[in-house]
């Protein structure tokens, strides 16, 4: 049994690195990022296992013998203002079992670079890298609120961005992989249950909403003669969620609202809005998204305005592994949740190119990317003794 207070022991030399009054602060390609990675190193170091940053700038931690490996990781990126489990838990329990499986299995750690995306919006780069399905020239002209590219941030890193296209080389090196996360729903505290394996991760897309009106004064301008952006904006945003129907496990939310010109006495004359749609099945979203179209369509004739809709990302989800899954499972003995996970992972994009499979933690507080994020390490130790179990049987 893996001790919850060498995870806690591990998770502590975390716990300076990027933490404000408000939460942790550890975007990627920063100076937390960076001693973060030095926290890794020293980690795999006094494991014997050597460090490397692949052409994605993700961290690994080798073991001695020639690869393939089996490998178990998670990212150690934070959102601002994020909690101290999202991310971390999963590498510091990846140690853990690095460290309970030494000698018996070939087990390399990975800390997938910005997986939360919150900084250059590019959330799970470091794995959409790895197996090829990353606009590279889109990412890499992408800049932060200080203007500042991501190819000049990686460059800081010494990581090249030329040759981000040849990130896939290093995949070959992986046989299987498995992610402990922190629960990011209440399922697992109401079933009462320290943990739960993931099937499959929910069908998602982002929608992105350009709406164009006419700025105009807020007091003389008769309502017959608007073309508020803003008041369509509305409109829309109620209807989206409207259209997801009475199944509870479909949620719509609009994310980010921009408003020009912004004044208070001025009607809107341009809205660029985001909406994020999930469900467990891609299909019912595919569906949602056409019936927007015709709503939007019919919303920009009424209300004399243009808009545009287009899909800023989307993902179909995917089933984890069954040999994985059957693994996970039979570690843990006895009945296991089986979850759908409605967010995105590192393991679930690895999951597209090899056998991947995850574990959740118990989250009491059901929430995450907030300091109010929770776990109970005695948990999270019987996740790792889970994870190292299986893996024994995946060799």
Same mark, same amino acid.
């Given at each position: ?139 890499? $002209? /992408?800049?932060?609120?200080? @203007?500042?590219?991501? %190819?000049? !941030?990686?460059?800081? &890193?010494? =990581?090249? +961005?030329? *040759? #981000? ?68 904006? $509305? /409109?829309?945003?109620?209807? @989206?969620?409207?259209? %997801?129907? !009475?199944?509870?496990? &479909?949620? =719509?939310? +609009?994310? *980010? #609202? ?68 059957? $693994? ?21 994009? #690895? ?45």
């Amino acid at each position: 049994m893996i001790a919850a207070a060498a995870i806690e022991a591990r998770l502590a030399g975390l716990d300076a690195i990027g933490r404000r009054a408000d939460g942790f602060h550890r975007l990627a390609w920063t100076a937390e990022d960076r001693a973060a990675g030095e926290w890794f190193a020293a980690q795999a170091e006094a494991l014997g296992l050597s460090v490397e940053r692949d052409l994605a700038g993700n961290l690994w931690a080798c073991p001695r013998t020639p690869p393939p490996w089996l490998a178990v990781g998670s990212h150690l990126d934070t959102v601002a203002a994020g909690g101290r489990w999202d991310g971390a838990l999963g590498v510091a329990c990846a140690f853990a079992v690095a460290e309970a499986v030494s000698g018996e299995l070939p087990l390399a750690v990975i800390s997938f670079a910005d997986e939360e995306g919150g900084r250059f919006n590019t959330p799970t780069f470091g794995s959409r890298a790895l197996v090829g399905r990353l606009d590279a020239a889109e990412a890499l $002209a /992408r800049a932060d609120a200080g @203007a500042v590219t991501m %190819a000049a !941030a990686m460059r800081a &890193f010494g =990581v090249d +961005p030329a *040759r #981000l296209a040849d990130a896939p080389s290093a995949l070959a090196r992986v046989a299987a992989f498995v992610e402990i996360h922190i629960d990011q729903s209440r399922e697992l505290a109401e079933a009462g249950a320290p943990i739960g394996v993931v099937s499959a991760l929910a069908g998602r897309t982002r929608v992105a909403v350009e709406i164009d009106g006419e700025a105009d004064h807020a007091g003389t301008t008769r309502r017959s003669e608007r073309r508020d952006a803003l008041a369509a904006a $509305a /409109r829309l945003i109620v209807a @989206a969620e409207e259209l %997801a129907g !009475a199944d509870a496990r &479909f949620v =719509v939310t +609009p994310t *980010r #609202l921009l408003v020009e010109p912004n004044a208070l006495s001025t009607i809107p004359g341009a809205v660029r809005l985001w909406l994020d749609a999930r469900a467990p099945e891609i299909a019912a979203v595919d569906a949602w998204r056409a019936a927007l179209d015709e709503h939007a369509a019919a919303l920009a004739l009424e209300r004399r305005v243009e808009i545009r809709l287009s899909t800023a990302s989307r993902s179909p989800g995917i089933r984890f592994d069954a040999r994985v899954r059957e $693994a996970l499972e039979g570690a843990v003995g006895g009945s296991v949740p089986q979850q759908v996970c409605f967010a995105g992972h590192d393991a679930g994009v #690895l999951a597209e190119r090899v056998p991947a499979g995850m574990v959740l933690v118990r989250n009491p507080s059901g929430v995450s990317h907030s300091p109010a994020e929770a776990v109970d390490v005695a948990d999270a130790a019987v996740a790792a003794t889970a994870v190292a179990a299986a893996l024994g049987t995946l060799r």
